[in-house]
């Protein structure tokens, strides 16, 4: 190695190890671009400039696999390059990298409580399938819920001679209420139910599930049970996480499985399993660990896309996370408010900021919803179906989204 490649080299990995992604610094090297202004508030034209976006499209579907910002990118790409240099450095990783502590500061959890998981699939199935479960409980599951939850829950009862109810915990996605929620969920819940399981923002209705109640109800209904009968509570809190300004670990869930590579913008292939204190006794681990923590399964991973989950949750940070929340649900406002006076248009998704987060579901009269879906796309607009449920149209006001493409999505739909 040359004089000049070895300076380049040591350079290159002090600039990794001494970086530090968590605190004041939100994870910014120094000279970074901000992407606040002097006064502390978001830079929106800063955070849209920090995505690699086709200029020529207007993506309202990122939601389902979200683009990195810059910041991201960049981790990734620092902690790539010393892998390639020296592989075994996965042996010391850098100072900053512990996606563990990054993800519980933004959920309001300890680190210790976070299982590191490579998406939301994986980490339901390692819920379902890791809870301790006596033959004849069952697990209570939504017909709302993403067909991998409910398949989660029905793998892990054939092995364990449980069972699997399906229920409907509101009449109409549009105009679903805490009070029926709950409601329904209390007069479902039996004896016999170990697990109740939902999500937090539906992603084929748009609906923001009201956590908090529910798990007040799962509550009340554990007075009396013993440990072995006592009723859990799961949520997949992927459309919620990042979306929603709330501390997932404080919703009063036993489970809270999400991806980051959704609203967080994290690295692709990254995700969380947090688990309760009092919940960790009814899982059981799935996998030989390579860390100190039982329930996180080892093995090789991608270890540059990990290393680089705290740089999501600095970006975010930077921003604020109250501030990030806010900027979706003005403009998912803004985009039902526009819905809402284009005629044949049905909304499927609550008005009310409190029942929905970044996604909003919609039909229009004498149009198939793929048909919406083909139109916009001729015109340079991206929105998705459902993959599960109806599969409605439906748009996601994410961070790197602006009001205008909103209003020319809204224009788009009115002409379709």
Not at 71 to 97: E, F, K, M
Not at 214 to 228: C, D, K, L, S, W
Not at 276 to 291: E, I, N, V, Y
Not at 339 to 350: C, D, K, Y
Request: hydrophobic share 45%; proline share 5%; with cysteine.
């Amino acid at each position: 190695m040359s004089e000049l490649s070895r300076r380049a080299f040591v350079a290159g990995v002090g600039a990794v190890s001494g970086v530090g992604l968590l605190g004041g610094s939100c994870g910014a090297e120094p000279g970074a671009q901000r992407y606040v202004t002097s006064s502390g508030a978001p830079d929106w034209p800063a955070v849209r400039a920090a995505y690699r976006l086709d200029p020529n499209v207007n993506n309202l579907g990122l939601f389902y696999l979200a683009s990195n910002s810059k910041p991201v990118r960049d981790a990734i790409d620092r902690y790539s390059a010393l892998i390639d240099a020296n592989p075994l450095s996965i042996n010391s990783p850098p100072a900053g990298t512990s996606a563990e502590s990054a993800l519980a500061g933004f959920i309001g959890g300890a680190s210790g409580e976070i299982v590191l998981v490579q998406n939301t699939t994986i980490g339901l199935g390692l819920v379902y399938n890791g809870l301790v479960v006596k033959p004849g409980q069952e697990f209570l599951i939504t017909e709302h819920d993403h067909f991998v939850h409910n398949g989660a829950a029905r793998l892990a009862a054939e092995k364990r001679g449980a069972t699997v109810r399906q229920i409907s915990l509101f009449t109409n996605s549009a105009t679903a209420t805490v009070d029926e929620v709950a409601s329904k969920l209390r007069a479902a819940i039996t004896a016999k139910t170990r697990v109740v399981g939902t999500t937090w923002v539906q992603s084929s209705s748009g609906v923001r599930m009201p956590v908090e109640a529910m798990a007040a109800v799962v509550a009340a209904a554990n007075q009396g049970r013993t440990e072995a009968d006592r009723c859990l509570l799961v949520v997949d809190g992927v459309h919620g996480l990042a979306a929603v300004d709330a501390d997932a670990a404080r919703l009063g869930a036993d489970f809270f499985v999400a991806g980051t590579h959704k609203w967080m913008g994290g690295p692709r292939g990254t995700g969380l399993m947090w688990v309760k204190g009092t919940a960790r006794q009814h899982l059981r681990p799935m996998a030989s660990s390579f860390t100190s923590n039982p329930l996180t399964p080892g093995g090789f991973v991608a270890y540059e896309h990990r290393w680089a989950v705290p740089a999501a949750v600095a970006f975010q940070q930077e921003i604020g996370r109250s501030a990030a929340a806010a900027r979706i649900s003005e403009m998912s406002t803004r985009l039902k408010d526009g819905l809402a006076g284009i005629p044949g248009v049905t909304l499927q998704t609550p008005r009310s900021a409190s029942m929905s987060a970044g996604i909003t579901c919609f039909e229009k009269a004498g149009v198939s919803n793929s048909g919406i879906v083909e139109a916009l796309r001729a015109k340079g607009i991206l929105i998705t179906t459902a993959s599960h449920r109806i599969g409605y149209a439906r748009i996601g006001t994410g961070l790197p989204n602006t009001p205008e493409e909103v209003d020319a999505a809204l224009a788009a739909i009115r002409a379709v």
